[in-house]
């Protein structure tokens, strides 16, 4: 069993940033991927970042790309998502989720282990 727990949001300008924790208990992130979604009012939960283990290698959404980056920190086993520019449209409820497999896709279904969700909201 993984227990994901995010924080670190709130409210922020247009144009500003923010940094989301993922924290994992119950089972190291080591050999496994960590992901990014969210879901706004109304809309299908999306895929936002992805980092795998091995390597280290990171993949984003067209919509984020160049504006946010994914992060961990293996000691902390901790997963960071260090979001700039932020726009409008960007306001949702941030969710962290852990693929046990490593194979660290976009697909939600590939992710067996979600936090409880963090609200970013951007005002213009």
């Known amino acids: 069993q993984v227990q994901l727990v995010e924080s670190g949001g709130g409210l922020v300008q247009a144009g500003g940033s923010r940094r989301l924790s993922c924290a994992a208990s119950?089972?190291?992130?080591?050999?496994?991927?960590t992901g990014w979604f969210r879901q706004a009012p109304g809309k299908e939960r999306e895929f936002v970042a992805v980092i795998r283990w091995s390597p280290s290698v990171t993949y984003y959404a067209d919509s984020v790309k160049g504006r946010f980056t994914i992060s961990r920190d293996n000691a902390e086993n901790t997963v960071y998502l260090q979001m700039n520019s932020l726009k409008p449209e960007d306001t949702a409820v941030y969710y962290c989720?852990?693929?046990?497999?490593?194979?660290?896709?976009?697909?939600?279904?590939?992710?067996?282990?979600w936090g409880q969700g963090t609200q970013v909201t951007v005002s213009s």
């Open positions: 989720a852990h693929d046990p497999s490593g194979l660290g896709t976009s697909e939600i279904g590939a992710y067996a282990y």
């Open positions: 119950g089972r190291r992130l080591r050999n496994s991927s």
